[in-house]
């Protein structure tokens, strides 16, 4: 009988090869252009309306719900959506047509990206705003906290 780190071990690789077996899948597929070791949740939501406009850095993270559109039929445009390396996209947060993001960007859950965000900032509400600057993460968008 398999022991429980085993099978942990066992779930923790499986999982991994789907999540990058979707990247793969989006990127030549859909053409997105989709970093080294991006993390998407399976459950978010990314524009396929217009996928080559989805284009995403290396070590960022897409939590669950969160949504990337890259169209707007009521407008009738299409824009690229840009995000930074190591950034962070919260639960059931909206990224709108057209913005770009820096690097080292965490946007709160349920957020409303409409504008254009910096580097190095968290930003939250709708429509997101600024809330901290100059903040430093890791991959995934992992806020880097300095040693006390």
């Not at 524009?47 to 009521?74: Q, W």
């Not at 913005?99 to 939250?124: L, M, R």
């Not at 997101?128 to 040693?147: F, L, M, N, Q, Y």
Request: hydrophobic share 45%; proline share 3%; net charge positive.
């Amino acid at each position: 009988m398999l022991n429980n780190k085993i099978i942990q071990q066992l779930l923790f690789f499986i999982r991994h090869s789907i999540i990058s077996l979707r990247n793969i899948y989006l990127r030549k597929i859909y053409g997105m252009s989709i970093g080294k070791d991006v993390r998407i949740s399976l459950k978010a939501n990314l524009d396929k309306t217009n996928p080559r406009g989805v284009i995403i850095g290396e070590g960022s993270y897409l939590a669950f719900g969160a949504t990337i559109l890259c169209h707007d039929m009521s407008r009738n445009i299409a824009r690229d959506v840009v995000i930074g390396k190591n950034c962070f996209i919260g639960a059931h947060s909206v990224i709108l047509p057209g913005v770009t993001s820096g690097d080292q960007v965490v946007v709160a859950a349920g957020a409303i990206v409409t504008k254009d965000v910096k580097s190095n900032t968290i930003v939250a509400g709708n429509p997101a705003k600024p809330i901290k600057e100059h903040i430093v993460t890791k991959k995934w968008g992992i806020i880097d906290t300095p040693a006390l």
